[in-house]
């Protein structure tokens, strides 16, 4: 490299590249937040994101993962990056540039594993405590983005055990948007999209009759993905 570039290089100030994981989780009846202690925080009652620092010989998806791992013992968590939060007094000990990435799991498939040397916790997004930094606003913003998702996407699916009723995924969903969806026009819509397998067997307690389960028909599921369905009642005719 020429030595005047090098030199143009040398010259600029540097500042820290930080991840920051939002995990939301669904336990089968609301949707919640992952959030833990990384001994950075100014108060007790202040939780952060899954964050730390970029190394030099990783790339955003490594430290990410790597990341979620150290503080929380989760691996194989598909993360999708959401905005890079760039404010110069975001963080007010060092200038640092954020890299966000959100995730959506069933809380149940991964509670056992998650490791509580960081105090890892699962808080409902309707109690959720103070944040860290501009946590706050990553948060906002990755439920907006997952709403606008669910909306228009089957995303969703994840988060329910391999058979489901359509009662628990119109749960899944009100808990997302955080409202009440009307029942006949959520099932009408949900099995419009020929994502459904029905199966012969029934939820039972549910109802005198019975709640039918459903599984999700893979092939399907893996070619609408990225289509957009106007899944959620209202956002279409």
């Known amino acids: 490299m020429r030595l005047d570039i090098l030199k143009q290089y040398q010259a600029q100030t540097k500042c ?135 909306s228009q996407h089957p995303i969703g699916f994840e988060l329910l055990p391999e058979k489901f009723t359509i009662p628990q995924l119109q749960k899944l969903y009100e808990a997302i948007f955080g409202t009440e969806l009307d029942k006949r026009n959520f099932s009408r819509k949900l099995l419009s999209t020929n994502l459904l397998i029905k199966l012969d067997e029934k939820q039972k307690g549910y109802s005198k009759k019975g709640a039918f389960f459903y599984k999700i028909d893979e092939e399907k599921y893996k070619k609408q993905f990225n289509t957009f369905l106007n899944f959620l009642p209202g956002s279409a005719s």
Do not use: C
């Open 16 to 150: 820290l590249v930080a991840l920051d994981s939002i995990i939301f989780g669904f336990d089968g009846e609301e949707l919640k937040l992952l959030l833990v202690k990384r001994g950075i925080e100014d108060e007790h009652h202040t939780w952060s994101l899954m964050g730390g620092w970029v190394q030099p010989d990783e790339s955003l998806e490594g430290a990410s993962s790597r990341i979620l791992f150290e503080l929380t013992n989760l691996t194989d968590i598909y993360l999708e990056q959401l905005y890079t939060f760039g404010s110069p007094h975001r963080d007010p000990v060092e200038r640092t540039v954020s890299v966000a990435y959100f995730a959506l799991i069933n809380v149940e498939d991964y509670d056992h594993k998650i490791s509580k040397n960081y105090e890892a916790q699962w808080f409902s997004m309707q109690e959720l405590p103070k944040l860290l930094f501009d946590h706050g606003v990553m948060v906002d913003m990755a439920i907006q983005h997952l709403r606008y998702k669910a």
